[in-house]
């Protein structure tokens, strides 16, 4: 692919380009010839791909990261088979970047950046599926995990965040976001499994999974279609709720973790425990400053704020680090301690333009 024109303005704030769905590496130059800049790009909704890079007057240096765009369409059943020809989108889905035929970026900060280079490019790529806690947020002030992790990782790899607000492990499967992710997988790459937060819920009668039957054996369901195509099925259980008694957290998904921790033992796959890193990072802000890791000024306790998402992010990326040794060099954070989580002003993650005060699906 030839190279790509560079931004018209050094400092300009948006870019987008129409691309058939895929993996790409996108190359920048950073640096401006007469100031000092500090520039954070996200791609597609909010998903954070380079933090906070400074440079000095005159300093120029190149960063590429990968970026996984898809569209919602299916490849067509045959004939009488059953099935669908597009993901079941949600109304709040409409427009969004995430589904789209194109390639958008953000400059954030006081960025210097031009874009020289897009290129199409095979390497391994981490599916995401799960619920809000995962999905790439589309607006101000939630955001997840999911949607930070592309910024701790080389350009070596992709992510494909295709987890949503509200699903669970049945619904993914209904509404064809397993399916559309299915159709892509291939061998080499890693299909992350983080489910129970709206499985766990006896009141969505059409969704519930109790954590013996339903729960574990649609979790076997996952592990067995990724397999089957030569993909790495991977476990994450889910985050905690802030919920606490004292300065201890109380556990709200605990069969359901443990259902998880049971699969992934009999099956041999890798656990992410992010459940119990959560709990180890709230406990060690305490009650009043893990608020501050959470959407809506801390009165939603389940969604996280860019704070919150990316303490999460981190300590998905250490988990990795020790349950996926073939991932390990392919991880660029330092080494994070869940008992010294950093401070609120030492991640400073820059807001994007768009926000909202609805809070994501789910709770």
């Not at 898809?70 to 597009?86: E, F, K, S």
């Not at 998905?316 to 002003?345: K, M, S």
Request: zero cysteines; aromatic letters at 6%; charged letters at 20%.
């Amino acid at each position: 692919m030839p190279q790509r024109p560079d931004l018209p303005d050094p400092a300009a704030r948006d870019f987008s380009v129409a691309l058939a769905e895929g993996n790409y590496r996108v190359t920048l130059r950073i640096g401006a010839a007469d100031r000092p800049a500090v520039t954070t790009v996200k791609a597609e909704s909010r998903r954070l791909m380079l933090h906070q890079v400074a440079t000095r007057a005159g300093e120029v240096i190149e960063r590429s990261f990968v970026v996984n765009i898809r569209n919602d369409r299916l490849p067509p059943p045959p004939a009488n088979a059953p099935g669908g020809q597009r993901v079941l989108l949600k109304a709040r889905e409409a427009g969004s970047p995430s589904w789209d035929d194109r390639l958008s970026l953000e400059f954030l900060g006081d960025p210097a950046a031009a874009v020289i280079d897009i290129a199409p490019v095979e390497v391994p790529t981490l599916y995401l599926t799960g619920d809000s806690t995962v999905t790439d947020q589309r607006t101000e002030p939630a955001a997840s995990w999911g949607q930070m992790l592309p910024a701790l990782l080389d350009d070596r790899v992709a992510v494909a965040n295709h987890a949503e607000s509200g699903e669970t492990l049945k619904s993914f499967v209904t509404e064809l976001r397993l399916a559309k992710l299915l159709s892509q997988i291939k061998p080499g790459d890693y299909l992350f499994i983080q489910f129970g937060h709206n499985d766990q819920k006896a009141n969505w009668p059409q969704t519930y999974a109790d954590p013996e039957h339903a729960y574990s054996a649609y979790l076997r369901l996952y592990i067995a279609e990724a397999r089957a195509r030569g993909a790495m099925p991977v476990l994450v259980t889910s985050p905690e709720r802030r919920s606490f008694e004292g300065d201890r957290i109380v556990s709200t998904l605990a069969e359901h973790v443990a259902a998880a921790k049971r699969v992934a033992a009999a099956e041999h796959v890798p656990l992410i425990d992010l459940n119990a890193v959560s709990v180890a990072v709230y406990e060690a802000l305490g009650p009043d400053r893990a608020a501050l890791a959470f959407n809506d000024g801390g009165a939603d306790k389940t969604h996280h704020n860019n704070y919150g998402a990316w303490l999460l992010a981190n300590a998905v990326a250490g988990e990795i680090r020790r349950a996926i040794p073939a991932l390990a060099p392919h991880i660029n954070a330092a080494r994070f301690d869940p008992r010294h989580p950093p401070a609120p002003e030492a991640v400073a993650i820059a807001a994007s333009a768009g926000s909202s005060a609805v809070r994501p699906a789910g709770n």
